[in-house]
């Protein structure tokens, strides 16, 4: 059951389709298949960890990274509607502090690839959501970072009904231009 792969405006990041199966009984897909993500994404990632994160409309996470023990991404939604983003901190990338978004949802089954050296973050667009990302390293809370989610020089275009529900440290990101980033 190959998946569909489609590279985003970041090349590196790639939104993921499953081939889903429905019926009256309900539905069937692989939310997971090493060897069809190696295929549509031609990275061999070693998943260490899942997260599963609850949120609220209005709720925006990130953008999170760390600047040792980067981690790899699959982004995926089991509950409501997000919109996902990922933002390039690779100094020596053409697409060094250029973001990308993309609205994933339970419905659509979509998943985001997001490789090393990005800053992930989310917004909920539905009553609620819950999110299932795998990742390719551990979390190091010594070594997290956020890079400020409102940025303007990042352009990122959040369809935001109103002001985000954020963590104080979400809030407190730094700008690109004072931030970590990889080289």
């Given amino acids: 059951m190959p998946i569909v ?3 985003t405006d970041i090349p590196d990041v790639i939104l993921l389709e499953p081939k889903v199966f429905r019926d009256g009984r309900g539905s069937f897909f692989e939310s997971f298949n090493r060897r069809d993500f190696e295929t549509a994404t031609h990275e061999r990632a070693d998943f260490v960890q899942d997260n599963h994160s609850t949120s609220g409309r209005g709720v925006l996470r990130g953008l999170h990274y760390q600047i040792q023990h980067p981690q790899g991404k699959l982004i995926r939604v089991v509950r409501g509607e997000i919109f996902d983003v990922a933002v390039d901190l690779r100094r020596g990338s053409r697409t060094y502090g250029k973001g990308v978004g993309v609205t ?3 419905d659509d089954h979509r998943q985001l690839w997001i490789p090393q050296g990005f800053a992930h973050g989310f917004l909920v667009t539905s009553d609620g959501a819950e999110v299932l990302y795998k990742t390719t390293d551990y979390w190091f809370p010594e070594h ?3 890079l400020l989610w409102n940025d303007p020089v990042l352009d990122l275009r959040w369809p935001l009904a109103g002001p985000p529900t954020l963590a104080p440290r979400d809030a ?4 690109l231009h004072s931030a970590e980033t990889f080289d």
Avoid: C, I
Wanted: positive net charge; aromatic residues 0%; proline residues 15%.
């Fill in 172 to 175: 407190a990101g730094r700008p």
């Fill in 144 to 146: 997290e970072r956020t």
């Fill in 104 to 106: 994933l949802s339970a």
């Fill in 5 to 7: 792969a489609t590279p």
